[in-house]
C-alpha cells in the first residue's frame, strides 16, 4: 500500500454515489459512474491526469523504501524473536519507542521552547519568535539559540520512555480489571486513566533534568555552562528537593495534557478510520503512520490550550521560587504578578510547537511499532460478541 490516496480511494471518500446511482442502473463491477457534479462534489476529470503523471514513480519509490524498512525490520525480529502483545518484551520495546520518539523532537524545537520560556516570565523581553532569534545569535551565537538542548535531551528521553511504556502496561491492566465489554463502552475513561497514571510516574523522572532547563533558558546569561553543572550547582546550593521544587506545577501542566494526548488521539485515530473507506488493517504502513501524525497534531492543539496556564506557572516557579517559600504561597505571588491573561502569554508559539511535537512523536512511536512487528496505537477494537 502507498502513503497517498489513490484515485479510486478519493472517489469513494469525497465522491456522492448517491448522486451517480440515483434513478439509473448500477454499473458493472469494476467501473466507475459519474453523475451530474454537484457545487460541493470534487470533479475527477480535472484531477485524473495529475494522478496518472505521478502515480508510477510515487509507487517505484513508496515500494523501494518499504522494501528497505521491511528488510531492516525481518533482521531485528530475526535477532530477538516475534516478540508477543503485552509481554514484558513489549512493554521494554514500547520504553524504548517512547524514549525515541519524545527525545528527539524536544530536543529540536529546542530554539522554540527557548524563547517560549523567556517570554513567559518577561512578555516585554522580545516582540515576536524571529527578532528573539535575531537577538540572541547576535549575542550568543547559534549556541544560544540551542540554550537547554542538554537537559531537555535527557529529560523529555526519560519522560517518553516512562509515559509510552507505562501508558501501555496501565491501558493493558486496566482493560482487564474492566473487562472486555466495559472495556470498549468506557473506553475514552481507560485511555485517560492509563494516561494519567503513566504520567505521574514520568514526571518524577523529568522534573529534575525540567528544573535546570528552565533556569538555563530564563536567566541571562545561563548561570550554568551545562546540565551536569545544573545539576550539581542546584543539589550543592538547594539540596536535592531543589530539583523537585517544580514537580506539583509539572503534575498539574503534564497530567491535564498526556490525558488529552492519548485520549484524544485514540479517539481521532478511531474516527479518521471509520471515515475513510475500507478498515485500518487494509491500509498500507506509509498510510498508518500519515494518519498516526494527523491525528497527532490536532490531539497537540488541544494538550497546548489545556495545558497552557499551568506550563507558564512552572516557568514562573522555576525561576523566581523563593527558597523555603511554601507552594501555594509561590503560585499565589506569581499569579498576582501575572493576572489571568497573563498565564495564556505564548499560547500562539505553543500551539504551533506542542502540535508539531505531538504529531512527529506518534509518527515515531508507530513506526518504531511496526518497525518490531506490532499494530500501530488506534481506538479500541468492538468486543467479540458471543
Known amino acids: 500500500m502507498s502513503l497517498f ?152 528521553s526519560a519522560q517518553g520512555a516512562f509515559k509510552y511504556g507505562w501508558y501501555e502496561y496501565f491501558k493493558k491492566t486496566y482493560s482487564d480489571l474492566a473487562g472486555p465489554e466495559n472495556a470498549y463502552k468506557y473506553k475514552t475513561l481507560l485511555y485517560l486513566s492509563a494516561s494519567a497514571s503513566a504520567e505521574f510516574l514520568a514526571d518524577i523522572a523529568l522534573c529534575p533534568f525540567e528544573s535546570v532547563k528552565v533556569r538555563m533558558q530564563t536567566s541571562i ?23 523537585y521544587k517544580g514537580l506539583y506545577p509539572l503534575w498539574g501542566r503534564q497530567i491535564p495534557y498526556t490525558m488529552m494526548k492519548f485520549a484524544s488521539f485514540e479517539t481521532i485515530v478511531e474516527m479518521i478510520y471509520h471515515r475513510l473507506p475500507g478498515d485500518k488493517s487494509e491500509y498500507g504502513k506509509g498510510s498508518q503512520t500519515a494518519v498516526s501524525f494527523v491525528a497527532g497534531y490536532i490531539a497537540g492543539i488541544l494538550c497546548a490550550v489545556v495545558s497552557h496556564p499551568a506550563d507558564v506557572l512552572v516557568s514562573k516557579l522555576n525561576a523566581n521560587r523563593k527558597p523555603g517559600e511554601a507552594f501555594g504561597a509561590a503560585v499565589a505571588r506569581n499569579y498576582k504578578d501575572t493576572g ?39 481506538g479500541a477494537a468492538p468486543p467479540e460478541k458471543k
Open 340 to 378: 489571568f491573561m497573563g498565564l495564556w502569554n505564548g499560547l500562539p508559539v505553543r500551539i504551533v510547537m506542542i502540535g508539531t511535537l505531538t504529531g512527529l512523536q506518534w509518527m515515531i512511536y508507530d513506526s518504531f511499532k511496526i518497525f518490531m512487528g506490532f499494530p500501530t496505537t488506534g
Open 221 to 243: 546569561p545561563s548561570p550554568y555552562t551545562g546540565m551536569i553543572d545544573g545539576l550539581r550547582k542546584i543539589t550543592a546550593s538547594e539540596g536535592v528537593g531543589g530539583l
Open 5 to 156: 490516496p489513490s484515485l479510486h480511494a478519493l472517489q469513494q471518500t469525497f465522491g456522492t454515489r448517491e448522486h451517480a446511482t440515483f434513478g439509473r442502473p448500477e454499473a458493472p463491477s469494476g467501473t466507475t459512474v459519474l453523475g451530474k457534479a454537484t457545487p460541493r462534489q470534487a470533479r475527477p476529470e480535472l484531477y485524473r491526469a495529475a494522478f496518472s503523471a505521478v502515480d508510477d514513480p510515487k509507487k517505484k519509490l513508496s515500494a523501494e523504501a518499504q522494501k528497505e524498512f521491511d528488510k531492516a525490520s525481518s533482521a531485528v525480529k530475526a535477532k530477538t524473536g516475534q516478540i508477543e502483545l503485552y509481554s514484558p518484551g513489549f512493554y521494554a520495546a514500547a520504553t524504548f519507542g517512547g524514549l525515541l520518539a519524545c527525545g528527539v523532537t524536544h530536543t529540536a524545537v529546542t530554539p522554540l521552547d527557548l524563547v517560549k520560556c523567556r517570554r513567559q516570565v518577561d512578555p516585554k523581553l522580545y516582540k515576536g519568535n524571529f527578532q528573539a532569534w535575531g537577538l540572541i545569535y547576535r549575542s550568543e551565537g547559534i549556541r544560544g539559540i540551542f540554550t537547554g538542548w542538554g537537559p531537555t535531551l535527557a529529560g523529555y
